[in-house]
Each structure stands twice: as C-alpha cells, then as structure tokens.
T-cell receptor, first 115, second 111 residues
C-alpha cells in the first residue's frame, strides 16, 4: 500500500513554544490531506482538511490560529502547533488520499507532550 | 443519528475464533468502505477497501458490504493474539470529501 511518512513520532516541548509536524506522501501525490487528533482510548477527531495550494478548512471548534496548516506541495503538509500549552498534549495523525484509488492512508502519528 | 455507528466493545475472543465486526451508516451517498486496524499509539493501518456490495477477501480478512441495508462487516478468521487492536470502519463519498469513521471496536484475542 501507499506510504505516508509523519515526523517526528514524539516531541516534548515547553509551554509557549511552537511545534511543527510534517506529513509526506512518499509514493503518490496527495491533493488532499487530513489532520486528526486522538485522545487516549478515543476515536479520531478530524481537525482540518488540507488542500494543496489553498487554505485549510478547519472543523468547528478548532482554532486556526493555534493549529497552522500549510500544504505547499502535492507531497507535503505541515501542522504547526503555535504557543503550545499542556492541554494541546495529544496524539496527532495525518492522512492523505491516494486520489486515483480513493484510498486513505495514515501516517504513524506524533505524540506531543507539552510540559 | 450519527453518520456511522460502531459498537466500541471491548470484544474478547479466544485464539482461533472467528471475529465479526460491524458498522451501520445512514447516508446512501457513501461509496467507499474501508476497515483500519490501529494499535495503541500508532497510526491506523488500512486493512480492507471496497466500493461495491458483496464480499471481498484478503487472507484471513473478509469485508462485506450491504448497501441496501447500509451495513458493513469485517470478519477475521483464525484470530491471533496479534490481531488484538482497535478496528475502525471508515466510509467515504469520494471527491476529496472527508472520511467518516466509526468510533472503533477494541478487540482482544486471548491465547
């Protein structure tokens, strides 16, 4: 299956700092990528839809100034958590659609811990 | 009514058992049906993908879709302890629309 690479897998940072998470589709071009957040023992919560070359579409309740998404190329989307606080600690996962096949593939996730 | 309903379990079965996981959905516009397996603190892994009613088999896994009833299933034969994970159904209408997920069923296969 197609591969989506997500980095870093784990990050620990101090409160007030910004953290960037990268999501790359390695063997297909992804016009659309999705960013999710997942709390322990809960399902995926869609944060935003990232479209190449245009502004991301955020789900209701997600602060667009807190979670900056950039989809500058067909293989790369980034999520920046700005001025992170302990309540932002969570597992963040990206996914990308392999559009000719209409299949959705996930990255391996990033565990963010804000101290 | 939620767009996708899935029993969260947990479901506990002995090794070797046949496991049946199910989801129902409400929107007939959904065209693509997927099952993912997620281990703790890992990204979901695509197991099965189908877009038509009927059965699709891959090794020990069989995905079944009944569009008339809006019901999808995943069967796991000869279940193994390594199958212990959370299984998510996912439904998609295509055209770069968002994918809708079930809440996930936690499965434990006991040796």
């Amino acid at each position: 299956g197609a591969v989506v690479s997500q980095h870093p897998s784990r990050v620990i940072c101090k409160s007030g700092t910004s953290v960037k998470i990268e999501c790359r589709s390695l063997d297909f071009q992804a016009t659309t990528m999705f960013w999710y957040r997942q709390f322990p023992k809960q399902s995926l919560m869609l944060m935003a839809t990232s479209n190449e070359g245009s502004k991301a579409t955020y789900e209701q309740g997600v602060e667009k100034d807190k979670f900056l998404i950039n989809h500058a190329s067909l293989t790369l989307s980034t999520l920046t958590v700005t001025s992170a606080h302990p309540e932002d600690s969570s597992f963040y996962i990206c996914s990308a659609i392999d559009s000719p096949n209409e299949k959705l593939f996930f990255g391996s996730g990033t565990q963010l811990s804000v101290l | 009514q939620k767009e996708v309903e899935q029993d969260p379990g947990p479901l506990s079965v002995p090794e070797g058992a046949i496991v049946s996981l199910n989801c129902t959905y409400s929107n007939s516009a959904f065209q693509y049906f997927m099952w993912y397996r997620q281990y703790s603190r890992k990204g979901p892994e695509l197991l099965m993908y189908t877009y038509s009613s009927g059965n699709k088999e891959d090794g020990r896994f069989t995905a079944q879709v009944d569009k008339s009833s809006k019901y999808i299933s995943l069967f796991i034969r000869d279940s193994q302890p390594s199958d212990s994970a959370t299984y998510l159904c996912a439904i998609y209408s295509g055209g770069y629309q968002k994918v809708t997920f079930g809440i996930g069923t936690k499965l434990q296969v006991i040796p």
